[in-house]
């Protein structure tokens, strides 16, 4: 039996994308978050076979090189903003490097092939392969101070803290927003000697300490994920790892804010004169401007994110996550693979 379909009917759209998921030509595919968590599952699978060996460096090798592969497999033309350093210090990853099969739309890219990589050789949780993606020039320029201090709690509190308060005031404004006592909040923290004033204050405040050896971006992540039983991150660290986090916050709806740390008079004078206004307090907007950017982290070490690469028979097991703004879409991908596939990467022990 034949059916005649009318004119209307056949144009009749019974399903449409809403206008703020669509992408346009000249921004980066929705399709591309699933790409990216192929290049860090490579990174993190490279780099898992140096976990607990004690050197970091061939574990951060075996990293590179594996994020670098799969990069230039990826549908984008990426430039690296954020990368293993200058050209001539960083052979594999520098800041200006051209990445992705060079199809598409620009793209900034920031790359940490292991936040952790002392976390990596020592055996110790929460290093994780990293990689950003956001529109061409919507990424901070972090070249001038390498460190920042930091703010970072979820979305409940994100309208209402302000790194310029006194840390007590952002505790109670945070317990407040959460509905828990302040002596109910853990605040992650970098373990170095220039927070021990920092710490006191956290303490006095009545607010816990939770601290981390290395590994700030997956720190900030989980002070603005729900669940981790971790409210704030707080304290100094690396501004390129601020950015970094900055993507992903986009996408868990937390903020993160920064104000520009320089170490040194040389380095103080050289952010004054790219036009730094040091006493700026940098919003998660100011550190990533675009509305679509992407996010996506294999865990290395078990963490508070996720669990670790492991090893079953023939197989490597891998946990993901990757986010994209624009949807607020957040994915946690489990993975297995076969092994003997991945040995290309992984400049195994002997």
């Known amino acids: ?21 669509a992408v346009g030509d000249d921004e ?3 399709n591309l978050a699933l790409e990216l968590v192929r290049v860090t599952e490579a990174a993190a699978i490279a780099g898992g076979h140096w976990v607990g060996f004690g050197d970091k460096n061939l574990a951060d090798g ?6 670098r592969s799969l990069l230039q497999t990826v549908h984008f033309n ?20 051209r990445v992705g099969d060079g199809s598409g739309p620009e793209c900034d890219v920031a790359v940490d092939p292991i936040d952790g990589t002392r976390l990596t050789a020592l055996g110790i949780n929460n290093a994780l392969a990293v990689l950003a993606v956001a529109e061409r020039g919507s990424m901070f320029d972090p070249s001038a101070v390498f460190y920042m201090e930091k703010l970072v709690t979820g979305p409940e509190a994100a309208d209402m803290v302000d790194l310029r308060l006194p840390v007590k005031q952002n505790l109670h404004l945070i317990a407040k927003a959460n509905s828990k006592k302040v002596s109910q909040l853990n605040v ?6 220039r927070h021990k004033p920092l710490v006191e204050e956290i303490r006095a405040a009545g607010a816990r300490t939770k601290f981390i050896m290395d590994g700030d971006v997956a720190g900030a992540i989980a002070a603005a994920r729900e669940g981790t039983d ?12 601020g950015i970094v986090a900055a993507c992903a916050i986009k996408s868990l709806g937390g903020v993160i804010q920064g104000r520009l740390w320089p170490t040194s008079d040389e380095e103080k004078q050289k952010a004054l004169d790219a036009g730094h206004d040091l006493d700026r ?23 508070d994110l996720l669990r670790g690469v492991r090893y079953s028979k023939d197989k490597v097991l891998t946990q993901s996550m990757v986010m994209r703004s624009k949807s607020g879409t957040i994915r946690v991908v489990d993975g297995e693979h076969q092994a003997h596939k991945w040995e290309t990467y992984a400049r195994i022990k002997e």
Request: aromatic share 4%; with cysteine; glycine share 10%.
């Open 1 to 21: 039996m034949r059916i005649d379909v009318s004119q209307n009917a056949k144009n009749a759209q019974y399903s449409t994308l809403s206008p703020a998921l």
């Open 28 to 30: 980066p595919d929705r």
């Open 62 to 67: 075996a990293a590179v090189d594996a994020m």
């Open 78 to 97: 990426g430039v690296v903003v954020i990368g293993e350093g200058e050209k001539d210090e960083a052979p594999m990853l520098f800041n200006g490097e």
């Open 188 to 193: 992650m923290i970098l373990d170095r000697d």
């Open 230 to 241: 971790v409210d704030a991150l707080m304290g100094i660290g690396g501004t390129p790892e």
């Open 281 to 303: 307090v940098l919003s998660t907007n100011d550190l990533v401007t675009s509305d679509n950017c992407y996010f996506a982290a294999t865990g290395i070490t078990d963490g």
